[in-house]
């Protein structure tokens, strides 16, 4: 069953195609990959499919669990249960690590933000009270964050660039995490660029210049890595960094 899929989404970002035309099918309760260099349009990909401001006015349309996310808000759609960790996690100042992991649920027992705390790898007792601001490193927020998903239990995670700013024993703690998700029922979607990642997934898709190119087995897109592309007919594409 599919819990997302994407037909004939387009986007235009500042005059120039940044998604084009794609049609791609996420399996409910599996973990994803979407692959491809820096600027191939996978994180605008995840930011349409949340709805974040300035992505919303696409062509074609988005489905979940079969029905149009069309005009629906960030906050309609994260009540669905669509939720995006960042490449780069938000600081919030004045908000303690505590309320900010418990924020997205109805359950507000401490207990569950101090055993999330735990499972992602970072003592509870030292960053209960901490702000969610400039103290924490990136790869402290990063993983605060996926805290905060753990305790939300959403539908679809879509994860960007999880391993950015994380060192090894980190990320291995993240797979770990991502593994309960998916047991609790959660469908993971990762959005890399890197090998290690990838081979966390089951099945995957790879994107150039805002096109889905190819998609399959993970065994079977992990070929870009290894041959650096893959044949295509693009031609010199010109590429936006950071989207």
């Known amino acids: 069953m599919n819990i997302l ?8 970002l500042g005059g120039k195609q940044i998604l084009n035309d794609l049609n791609m099918e996420i399996w409910e309760g599996h973990v994803h990959a979407i692959v491809g260099i820096n600027g191939a349009g996978k994180s605008t990909l995840a930011n349409t499919i949340v709805g974040l401001s300035g992505y919303q006015d696409f062509t074609g ?65 030292d960053y209960l009270e ?41 990320i291995e703690k993240i797979f770990q995490v991502v593994k309960r998700l998916k047991d609790g029922g959660t469908t993971v979607v990762f959005i890399t660029h890197s090998q290690a990642v990838l081979s966390e997934a089951e099945h995957a898709f790879l994107f150039c210049h805002g096109r889905l190119v190819d998609k399959g087995s993970v ?25």
Request: aromatic share 4%; proline share 4%; charged share 35%.
């Open 5 to 12: 899929e994407t037909r004939n989404l387009s986007l235009e």
């Open 61 to 125: 349309d988005i489905l979940f669990k079969g029905k149009s996310l069309k005009g629906k808000s960030l906050d309609e759609r994260a009540a669905m249960g669509i939720t995006l960790a960042w490449q780069e996690p938000a600081r919030f100042e004045g908000l303690k690590v505590k309320d900010f992991i418990l924020a997205g649920t109805k359950n507000k027992d401490l207990e569950i933000a101090k055993q999330a705390l735990v499972t992602v790898g970072l003592r509870s007792d």
């Open 130 to 170: 901490r702000a969610v601001d400039k103290t924490l490193s990136g790869g402290e927020r990063k993983k605060i964050e996926l805290a905060s998903i753990l305790v939300m239990n959403p539908a679809l995670a879509l994860l960007d660039e999880p391993d950015s700013g994380i060192d090894i024993e980190s």
């Open 219 to 243: 065994a079977k897109i992990n070929k870009y890595f290894e041959n650096e592309c893959m044949p295509c007919d693009l031609k010199d594409p010109e590429i936006k960094e950071g989207v």
